[in-house]
């Protein structure tokens, strides 16, 4: 069981910088691959990047590669997001999850994910 708590979110203009933070909890959590989602309102749920557990596998959606970076401490159970030249598309809900899985196939799907968090609201203003 993985409990996931997102943190960072916020309003912002266009072309400024946030952090995302999620906090993980659980004995495994080097075990799990996580992965960073967003939904805005009237859209369905998107794939934005994952990380694999064993860090082999880092992938980003299209949209935002060369803006957005993640990564793990696995130390401190946390996974990141920093997201760069944010746009007024990237405004929405961004959940972190978990899942088991590592192929760079797997973790790009949201339906491989097993734990969710609950969300934290990202605004960019134009």
């Known amino acids: 069981q993985v409990q996931l708590v997102e943190s960072g979110g916020g309003l912002v203009q266009a072309g400024g910088s946030l952090r995302l933070s999620c906090a993980a909890s659980?004995?495994?959590?080097?075990?799990?691959?996580l992965g960073w989602f967003r939904q805005a309102p009237g859209k369905e749920r998107e794939f934005v990047a994952t990380?694999?557990?064993?860090?082999?596998?880092?992938i980003y959606a299209e949209s935002v590669k060369g803006r957005f970076t993640i990564s793990r401490d696995n130390a401190k159970n946390a996974v990141y997001l920093q997201m760069n030249s944010l746009k007024p598309e990237d405004t929405a809900v961004y959940s972190c999850?978990?899942?088991?899985?590592?192929?760079?196939?797997?973790?790009?799907?949201?339906?491989?994910?097993?734990?969710w968090g609950q969300g934290t609201q990202v605004t960019v203003s134009s």
């Open positions: 999850a978990a899942t088991l899985h590592s192929s760079a196939y797997a973790i790009s799907r949201r339906e491989n994910y097993d734990y």
């Open positions: 659980g004995r495994t959590f080097n075990t799990y691959t």
């Open positions: 990380q694999s557990w064993n860090t082999l596998s880092t």
